[in-house]
């Protein structure tokens, strides 16, 4: 009897095993079909995203076209349109209307930033209008000389700058920039680029700031497309990771994460003593004041020296503008009253409007944006004294009594106390 069981048994196993191995087979095969579908639906979505973002076909085509009919022309035309020695490399775009591409132009390496919509007024709520084809480059018009050009532009200036005692020097280097033949005079298509980039805040500050340090250096133009020199580090510390890894990371864990991928302190202490030293540059500077309305660490970068390079302008703004934009807009609350991310001012409840003295000034915001990347790793013999000036420079407000001269001082105690801790050493 034991032994018929038991060779029941031995002739039933077989079949469990049959069917186990099945329910494994078909488990492997639900989840093979899941990683496949999963995968293509993330490759789906990175090409749809990558295909509006990434227009630089599109933006070329704008460019060239209006090239060839002899609409527009510049210093970088002829290679882009004609000789085809500058091209497009890899997409670095965040906004479809701002197209960023690594470029290779000959043996050199740069930035190329073309817009695919016209420049954005200050405005809070809206996008950027689509570009209209029509008028676009559609000034200075035909029969217009240079002197009626740099009156133009001379105009601009004092509208968005304000009355500068140096502005014509700057429409001066204005038109030497656009000489992009180096002929000795303006064309019209060569007029019509120039007008078409002094409208982006970006191209004119960094016209304003090509003899410093930190303002990378323009290599030539097209239309309202530029190049710009390659940085090495194209953010101030962290590490680029696939959006649908970046969805799945709380950002309190992201904000830590991002402090373990930053140079050594000494270096990270030259770096900062760059911006600190570029917020002095468009602080007050000769041609007014500036306003950083995004201080993010990815609009900031280095090169291999460690040098900071300004990565991304376009929210640092003429005061004058800002003031003139924001003062009649209507408000509900203190929320209303913000443009970028880091620009506010106070919404007057009795009016409903905003006033327009933005509250926090430009190195207050620099150094909320330095306190964890400088106090991480800090020598222990300075971290509490650049602790405390850290936190009197966040302090600062633009309403304070003397707040000019807290400023400098803040600023000056800042840098001096870097200085000194990193002189010494090769990282200087």
Same mark, same amino acid.
């Given at each position: $009897?034991?032994?018929?069981?038991?060779?029941?048994?031995?002739?039933?196993?077989?079949?469990?095993?049959?069917?186990?191995?099945?329910? &494994?087979?078909?488990?492997?095969?639900?989840?093979?079909? !899941?990683?496949?579908?999963?995968?293509?639906?993330?490759?789906?979505?990175?090409?749809? +995203?990558?295909?509006?973002?990434?227009?630089?076909?599109?933006?070329?085509?704008?460019?060239?076209?209006?090239?060839?009919?002899?609409?527009?022309?510049?210093?970088?035309? /002829?290679?882009?349109?004609?000789?085809?020695?500058?091209?497009?490399?890899?997409?670095?775009?965040?906004? =479809?209307?701002?197209?960023?591409?690594?470029?290779?132009?000959?043996?050199?390496?740069?930035?190329?930033?073309?817009?695919?919509?016209?420049?954005?007024?200050?405005?809070?709520?809206?996008?950027?209008?689509?570009?209209?084809?029509?008028?676009?480059?559609?000034? =200075?018009?035909?029969?217009?000389?240079?002197?009626?050009?740099?009156? %133009?532009?001379?105009?601009?200036?004092?509208?968005?700058?304000?009355?500068?005692?140096? !502005?014509?020097?700057?429409? @001066?280097?204005?038109?030497?920039?656009?000489?992009?033949?180096?002929?000795?005079?303006?064309?019209?298509?060569? *007029?019509?680029?120039?007008?078409?980039?002094?409208?982006?805040?970006?191209?004119?500050? $960094?016209?304003?700031?090509?003899?410093?340090?930190?303002?990378?250096?323009? %290599?030539?133009?097209?239309?309202?497309?530029?190049?710009?020199?390659?940085?090495?580090?194209?953010?101030?510390?962290?590490?680029?990771?696939?959006?649908?890894?970046?969805?799945?990371?709380?950002?309190?864990?992201?904000?830590? %994460?991002?402090?373990?991928?930053?140079?050594?302190?000494?270096?990270?202490?030259?770096?900062?003593?760059?911006?600190?030293?570029?917020?002095?540059?468009?602080?007050?500077?000769?041609?007014?004041?500036?306003? $950083?309305?995004?201080?993010?660490?990815?609009?900031?970068?280095?090169?291999?020296?460690?040098?900071?390079?300004?990565?991304?302008?376009?929210?640092?703004?003429?005061? $004058?503008? !800002?003031?003139? &934009?924001?003062?009649?807009?209507?408000?509900?609350?203190?929320?209303?009253?913000?443009?970028?991310?880091?620009?506010?001012?106070?919404?007057?409840?009795?009016? &409903?409007?905003? +006033?327009?003295?933005?509250?926090?000034? @430009?190195?207050?915001?620099?150094?909320?944006?330095?306190?964890?990347?400088? !106090?991480?790793? *800090? =020598?222990?013999?300075?971290?509490?004294?650049?602790?405390?000036?850290?936190?009197?420079?966040?302090?600062?407000?633009?309403?304070?009594?003397? %707040?000019?001269?807290?400023?400098?001082?803040?600023?000056?105690?800042?840098? +001096?106390?870097?200085?000194?801790?990193?002189?010494? +050493?090769?990282? /200087?």
């Amino acid at each position: $009897m034991a032994r018929r069981l038991f060779a029941g048994a031995w002739l039933r196993k077989p079949h469990h095993a049959q069917v186990r191995f099945s329910y &494994m087979r078909m488990k492997y095969l639900f989840i093979s079909w !899941l990683v496949v579908f999963i995968g293509s639906w993330v490759m789906y979505v990175q090409y749809s +995203t990558y295909t509006e973002l990434c227009r630089g076909h599109d933006c070329r085509k704008i460019i060239c076209d209006k090239y060839k009919t002899g609409v527009i022309d510049g210093s970088a035309c /002829s290679s882009l349109c004609a000789k085809e020695t500058l091209y497009f490399g890899k997409c670095l775009s965040t906004k =479809p209307n701002n197209q960023m591409y690594l470029g290779i132009w000959g043996n050199l390496q740069g930035v190329i930033k073309c817009q695919m919509e016209e420049a954005a007024q200050l405005d809070f709520d809206t996008d950027p209008e689509p570009r209209k084809e029509i008028i676009l480059f559609d000034k =200075p018009t035909r029969g217009t000389t240079v002197e009626k050009f740099k009156e %133009m532009v001379y105009g601009f200036f004092k509208a968005k700058l304000g009355e500068q005692g140096n !502005l014509s020097e700057l429409v @001066n280097i204005i038109l030497s920039f656009a000489d992009g033949n180096k002929d000795g005079r303006v064309s019209l298509p060569e *007029a019509k680029s120039a007008w078409a980039l002094l409208q982006l805040d970006e191209f004119l500050l $960094m016209v304003m700031l090509q003899d410093k340090e930190h303002t990378p250096k323009l %290599m030539g133009f097209c239309g309202d497309l530029y190049v710009i020199e390659r940085v090495e580090y194209t953010s101030l510390y962290g590490i680029s990771l696939p959006w649908i890894i970046e969805l799945l990371i709380p950002s309190g864990f992201r904000r830590s %994460m991002d402090q373990w991928f930053t140079p050594s302190w000494p270096r990270k202490a030259k770096i900062a003593i760059g911006l600190l030293e570029f917020v002095e540059d468009i602080f007050h500077g000769p041609y007014g004041n500036f306003l $950083m309305c995004d201080t993010s660490a990815k609009n900031l970068g280095y090169n291999d020296k460690y040098d900071l390079k300004m990565m991304d302008m376009r929210k640092i703004v003429p005061e $004058m503008n !800002l003031k003139e &934009m924001i003062k009649d807009r209507p408000c509900e609350s203190d929320m209303d009253c913000v443009y970028g991310t880091d620009c506010r001012t106070l919404c007057d409840q009795s009016k &409903m409007r905003c +006033t327009t003295e933005v509250i926090q000034p @430009n190195l207050a915001k620099a150094c909320q944006l330095l306190k964890d990347y400088l !106090l991480r790793g *800090a =020598p222990s013999d300075i971290h509490e004294e650049l602790e405390k000036q850290l936190y009197l420079c966040i302090a600062l407000k633009v309403s304070a009594n003397q %707040m000019e001269m807290e400023h400098s001082l803040i600023l000056n105690n800042l840098k +001096t106390l870097l200085w000194k801790k990193i002189s010494h +050493t090769t990282d /200087s």
